[in-house]
C-alpha cells in the first residue's frame, strides 16, 4: 500500500444514466487511488452485499483492506461513521492459546485473554495430538475444537468491549507447524514421518468463513508461515518481532516449547534449527511440574550456611507445582550448596532431611506440606533431574553447534532473545551456572515474553511490516541436527554440570538471587 493502513475511507461518485458503472467496479475504482497499483480482489461476500449497503450508507464507506504483495483483498466494509473496526492476534499455542484484540485505526490494545488449550483433551502434546488424528475421521477433532474455542473467546472478548464480533475484519494467528495444521483441517501424519513433510508452509490468507471463524463474513485470517516440520510461524513471529532480522550484529533468538527453537543471524543472513531440550524446562518431566501460573515455584535460593530453601511462587500463592525456571534455579542451587555433583546426582549427606526415596528412586523435597495448596509435598526426584541435565545440554550443544557452523561461539554474541513463557521467568544467571546458556553478560539477554503473540500483533499495528516476513523466511537456512555428528560429540561434554569444561561458565560467585 502506498500509504501502509489497513482501514480506507471512500466516497464514490453518485451513479447516474451518464454514469452507470457497476457498485463493486465503482468501489474498487475508489479504493485503487489509495492503493496505488496492484490487483484488487473482492469476495462473493461482499459482491452479494455491496449494492445494498452503498445505497444504504450514501455510496460512502469505510472499507479495511489486506495487502499480500502488489495482491490486495477487502476483507470487511462498514459504514462510514462505524467506530473503529478491530483486529485480533492470535498466539495458537499448544497448551495455551492466547488472544489479543486492536483497535485497526488507534492500534491500541482493547482486550487480551487467554485460554488453555482444548486440544489437551486428547493428547498432552502435538505427537499424540498427530496419532489420534490418524484413527479414522478424527484428524478433524483438533480443528473443531480449536475453532469451537476461539469463536468462543472472539464472542466473549467482542462482548467485553461492546462491539459485535463480526465487526473483526482481520485475524493474524502465529503457531507451531503443527498447530496451523490442525487450525486448518489439515493432514498432520507426514509431519512426523521421514521426509517430514507438512502439507503447506505458506497457507496466506485465508477466509474466516472458510476456516469457521464467527468475525465478518468477508473477513480475512492471515496465518504466519512455517519452514517445514519444526520450524512454525510462532517462530517467524518472533523473529518479526525481535526485530533480529533487522540488526546489524549477530544475534540468537531461542523459543523454548515442545522443542527448542533457535535463529541465529543478523539483517543480511539468518541460520536456524530445532531440538528436543524442551520439555524437561515446559513441565513436561516432573511429576508435579507444570507450566508457569499462580502458585507455581519459579525461583528457589538455598541458603549455603544451613541448606534451607526459600521459595517463591507466582503471585505469591500457596506452591502448587514447579516450572521451568524453577527447576533450572533448584539444579543451580543445588549444585552450588552441594547436594548434587557434577554428574547431576544427589548427595544424601549434603540434602539432610530432604532426602528421601520412594521405590527407589531418590528425591528431594522442594516444598513441605505446609507450604502447599493441596498440604502435599513437592519432590523432584533423581529421574527428573537427569532429564533436566540432558535437556540443559541439548540447549547448550544447540547454541554451540549452531554458532560453530558460521564460525563463531556462544560468547560472540551481542543479543541473546529468549522467547516464550519460558523467557520470562528464567533467570540468565542459574542457567548459566548449570551449563544451559553461554557466559554472556546479564545485560545482552533480553526477555521478548510472548513473542509469538507480539509478532502478531506487530502485523496489525504496522501492516507496512508484512514484506518483513516473506524476507525473514526466504532467508532463513535449516540446520538439521539430527545428522550432525559435531552434535554429539559436544552433547556428551555437556551432560555435566555445567561442562566438561566448567570454565567456560564461570558466571559470578555466590547465590544468583
Request: glycine share 10%; charged share 20%.
Amino acid at each position: 500500500m502506498n500509504d501502509r493502513r489497513w482501514i480506507y475511507p471512500v466516497a464514490l461518485p453518485i451513479p447516474g444514466l451518464e454514469n452507470n458503472t457497476a457498485d463493486v467496479d465503482r468501489l474498487c475504482a475508489s479504493l485503487q487511488r489509495h492503493l496505488g497499483r496492484g490487483q484488487l480482489a473482492v469476495p462473493l461476500a461482499l459482491i452479494k452485499r455491496a449494492p445494498h449497503l452503498l445505497r444504504q450508507w450514501g455510496y460512502q464507506a469505510k472499507c479495511v483492506v489486506f495487502r499480500d504483495r502488489e495482491t490486495y483483498r477487502l476483507t470487511g466494509m462498514l459504514a462510514p461513521d462505524h467506530p473503529s473496526p478491530p483486529g485480533i492476534a492470535v498466539d495458537l499455542g499448544t497448551s495455551r492459546v492466547v488472544v489479543r484484540m486492536i483497535d485497526l485505526e488507534t492500534l491500541k490494545t482493547m482486550a487480551e485473554t487467554s485460554f488453555d488449550n482444548p486440544q489437551i483433551t486428547i493428547g498432552p502434546d502435538v505427537l499424540a495430538r498427530i496419532h489420534h488424528g490418524e484413527k479414522g475421521d478424527a484428524v478433524n477433532d483438533c480443528h473443531r475444537l480449536i475453532i469451537s474455542a476461539l469463536n468462543d473467546c472472539i464472542r466473549s472478548l467482542s462482548h467485553s468491549c461492546g462491539i459485535d464480533h463480526q465487526d473483526i475484519c482481520l485475524a493474524a494467528i502465529s503457531g507451531n507447524t503443527t498447530m496451523t495444521h490442525f487450525l486448518l483441517g489439515l493432514e498432520t501424519r507426514w509431519i512426523i514421518r521421514e521426509p517430514y513433510i507438512p502439507a503447506v508452509n505458506c497457507p496466506g490468507l485465508i477466509d474466516a468463513a472458510e476456516l469457521g471463524l464467527e468475525i465478518h463474513p468477508a473477513g480475512g485470517v492471515y496465518i504466519f508461515p512455517s519452514i517445514g516440520s519444526y520450524f512454525g510461524g510462532d517462530l517467524i513471529a518472533g523473529i518479526l518481532y525481535s526485530g533480529l532480522h533487522e540488526a546489524e550484529d549477530t544475534a540468537i533468538l531461542v523459543d523454548v516449547g515442545t522443542n527448542a527453537e533457535v535463529v541465529l543471524g543478523n539483517r543480511h543472513w539468518l541460520m536456524a534449527c530445532a531440538g528436543a531440550a524442551g520439555p524437561a524446562l515446559e513441565g513436561g518431566v516432573t511429576k508435579m511440574g507444570m507450566m508457569a501460573s499462580p502458585g507455581v515455584i519459579d525461583r528457589i535460593v538455598i541458603d549455603p550456611q544451613n541448606g534451607a530453601f526459600q521459595i517463591a511462587t507466582i503471585e505469591k500463592q500457596p506452591a502448587v507445582g514447579i516450572c521451568g525456571s524453577g527447576l533450572i534455579d533448584l539444579a543451580a542451587q543445588l549444585f552450588q550448596a552441594g547436594m548434587i555433583d557434577m554428574r547431576g546426582k544427589l548427595v544424601p549427606s549434603k540434602c539432610g532431611d530432604r532426602y528421601g526415596s520412594d521405590g527407589g528412586v531418590p528425591h528431594v523435597v522442594v516444598a513441605t506440606a505446609d507450604q502447599t495448596r493441596h498440604a502435599e509435598k513437592i519432590v523432584v526426584t533423581q529421574i527428573d533431574i537427569d532429564s533436566l541435565i540432558r535437556s540443559k545440554a541439548a540447549m547448550y550443544t544447540i547454541l554451540e553447534t549452531l554458532t560453530a557452523t558460521v564460525e563463531m561461539t556462544p560468547m560472540d554474541l551481542h543479543r541473546f532473545f529468549v522467547g516464550g513463557t519460558f523467557g520470562s521467568f528464567i533467570r540468565p544467571e542459574s542457567a548459566i551456572s548449570i551449563g544451559m546458556l553461554p557466559n554472556l553478560p546479564r545485560d545482552h539477554y533480553v526477555s521478548l515474553g510472548n513473542s509469538s503473540l507480539e509478532g502478531a500483533s506487530k502485523i496489525l499495528r504496522e501492516p507496512a511490516c508484512f514484506d518483513d516476513i516473506e524476507s525473514i523466511r526466504e532467508r532463513i537456512t535449516y540446520l538439521e541436527l539430527n545428522v550432525n555428528q559435531d552434535f554429539m560429540n559436544r552433547f556428551s561434554a555437556a551432560k555435566f554440570i555445567p561442562h566438561t569444561n566448567p570454565a567456560l561458565f564461570q558466571y559470578r560467585t555466590g547465590n544468583p538471587a
